[in-house]
């Protein structure tokens, strides 16, 4: 259904959680609120468990409350319920659209004369002066609008603070009502902005955020020059996702669900297996394998992705949930893309990382001397960075790529013959072992670099150095160009100089050649052993496994593109 008038003359309601959000750091709230992003950690966690008794919806409020008594202010009381004769209402959503605010107030307590509102907190008060923070007297505030403008009376609030088992009441005076409707204002205008608000800088706050991961402050704010650095990078997310992909190739097998949060995996030949859902990072299905309904919508509920490949490990999409709402961050990318200038800008950085990784690797592993390669990289290199269009740019990565795969034997430890005999790239379909391995490896670092982009908010298929095809995800393929050496050329070379793969592990048709099912299991697990080992990042110094890399990196690039990094961010090794 389209808007209505009514509609567009509806105000913008803030969340009373969201004004806490605000009041805490405006970047938290913007990322929340405008972006639509949340991550949990332990504190969310153990904050919603806190939360699970008043979540459930009971009680009633009066239609309006008498003015309240003269004086009488409530005291700290070590019990969530007040003494005497009370009407309660838990989980109660109300809306103040004069002020502007919608909240979901825990519990009411009304004693027929006033209301008060109480919050939840999952830790202790604090040792100040007022026992509570801040932003969480302005959520309380903001509560306490939302009553009065529903008719009825609030003087006060109350904090409950589970870890103490201590209630704190909180006056709604002049001051904190100012203060808190200010800070509604401000929140109002975020949508409209055109950048997100800065991050915070050093702050302590940022530690045990659960969106430390998506805001990246210290990354944001590392200053160009090291020497003027002066505190280090902190680490504040995981190195690892502890949720890992699941892959599903046995064919003519099924894909359920059960009890709501656990995955069945059905096969011909073997008996069924279960995962639970939290363990689960995305799902990548291979050729004929049933996925039901069901697991679909359980799937699209915890927001994880589905991508689909064709027996043979050909990319072909991936079904997500809803679209992501950072409309901001795709108006952006297209206007970047419409610049020629800064199209060409990042798409230079983009090859001659690539080169750069490349001769990285010919260093690293050569068997042989390499030198004349080294040299005519270098070369390449130095042309790319000032290639005056995308066309001359395609033909200096050419160049180099034929030169890099031209000494991709010598990286070997014995040298390939007979069937894995390597004399250069070619693909579409790939017409010999090691060919079909790398066009593997490519597949599944595409998926692994759509959906990356995908969960930041971009389109993956609006590119900059690739252009736009049907179906194609030309921004994955521009961003996985630097990693394509470090990730899945090296996950060839370790496959073939371990023995992972054998001669006999390949089905050879007319002009084509593919994994066999087996070789083609134990690959995949080289190439996630690869995601998850651990990497110092060459610009922040903090060591994080390469699947987290992706995602910096994509997140970064987003926040160039917005404006907030004056410059593309590299991920070259040594």
């Known amino acids: 259904m389209g808007a209505t008038a009514d509609d567009l003359d509806t105000p913008l309601l803030v969340p009373a959680r969201m004004i806490n959000e605000y009041v805490y750091c405006p970047r938290l709230a913007y990322i929340e609120w405008v972006e639509g992003e949340f991550r949990d950690n332990y504190y969310t966690v153990d904050g919603r468990l806190t939360h699970r008794r008043v979540d459930r919806r009971a009680g009633h409020l009066p239609a309006r409350a008498s003015p309240p008594p003269e004086g009488g202010e409530e005291k700290e009381r070590s019990d969530p319920a007040p003494a005497g004769p009370t009407l309660h209402a838990r989980s109660v ?42 932003p969480e007297r302005a959520q309380l505030c903001a509560q306490a609008i939302v009553l009065e403008e529903n008719g009825l009376s609030c003087q006060e609030g109350v904090l409950y603070y589970a870890a103490a088992r201590t209630r704190v009441t909180v006056p709604i005076t002049p001051e904190l009502r100012a203060l808190t409707l200010q800070a509604a204002e401000q929140l109002r205008a975020l949508p409209a902005a055109s950048q997100p608000p800065p991050p915070l800088v050093d702050s302590p706050k940022c530690v045990g955020c659960s969106l430390a991961g998506l805001c990246l402050p210290d990354e944001l704010n590392l200053h160009p020059d090291p020497e003027q650095q002066s505190t280090p990078v902190r680490l504040l997310f995981p190195a690892r996702d502890d949720a890992k992909p699941l892959h599903l190739q046995e064919q003519w097998g099924k894909l359920g669900i059960e009890s709501g949060n656990l995955l069945r995996v059905s096969t011909r030949d073997a008996e069924p297996y279960q995962v639970r859902l939290r363990d689960v990072s995305q799902v990548a299905v291979y050729g004929n394998v049933q996925v039901t309904t069901q697991a679909l919508r359980a799937l699209a509920t915890k927001g994880i992705p589905l991508t689909l490949f064709s027996y043979g490990g050909w990319f072909y999409g991936m079904l997500t949930g809803l679209t992501h709402r950072n409309v901001l961050l795709r108006e952006c990318q297209f206007s970047a893309a419409r610049d020629g200038g800064r199209a060409l800008a990042v798409a230079r950085s983009l090859v001659a990382q690539k080169i750069r990784n490349q001769r990285t690797m010919l260093r690293r592993n050569r068997r042989a001397e390499l030198r004349n390669a080294l040299v005519d990289l270098q070369r390449d290199l130095d042309h790319a960075m000032v290639a005056p269009s995308v066309e001359s740019l395609l033909g200096i990565e050419g160049t180099a790529a034929r030169t890099y795969f031209q000494s991709f034997a010598d990286m070997l430890r014995e040298p390939l013959n007979g069937a894995f005999d390597f004399k250069g790239r070619n693909r579409r379909p790939p017409r010999d072992p090691v060919n079909a391995l790398l066009s593997f490896a490519y597949a599944l670092l595409v998926k692994d670099w759509t959906l990356a982009l995908t969960a930041v908010g971009f389109d993956p ?44 592990d390949f089905s050879r048709g007319v002009g084509a050649v593919a994994l066999k099912d087996a070789a083609r299991r134990r690959f995949i697990e080289a190439y996630e052993r690869r995601m998850n080992e651990l990497v110092t990042h060459p610009v922040f110094g903090y060591r994080i496994s390469y699947r987290r890399v992706l995602e910096v990196q994509a997140r970064l690039f987003a926040r160039y593109l917005v404006g907030e990094l004056p410059e593309m961010p590299v991920f070259v090794t040594r």
């Open 93 to 134: 959503e109300l809306s103040a659209p004069i002020a502007g605010i919608v909240a979901r107030i825990d519990l009411i307590e009304s004693d027929g004369t006033r209301a008060t509102p109480v919050e939840y907190k999952r830790g202790k008060p604090p040792a100040n002066a007022e026992r509570s923070y801040y």
């Open 461 to 504: 298929h609006l590119g900059f150095y690739h252009r736009p095809r049907y179906g194609r995800p030309s921004l994955a393929l521009d961003l996985m160009e630097p990693f394509r050496p470090l990730i899945a050329d090296s996950v060839v070379l370790v496959a073939l100089n371990t023995k992972v793969v054998a001669e006999d």
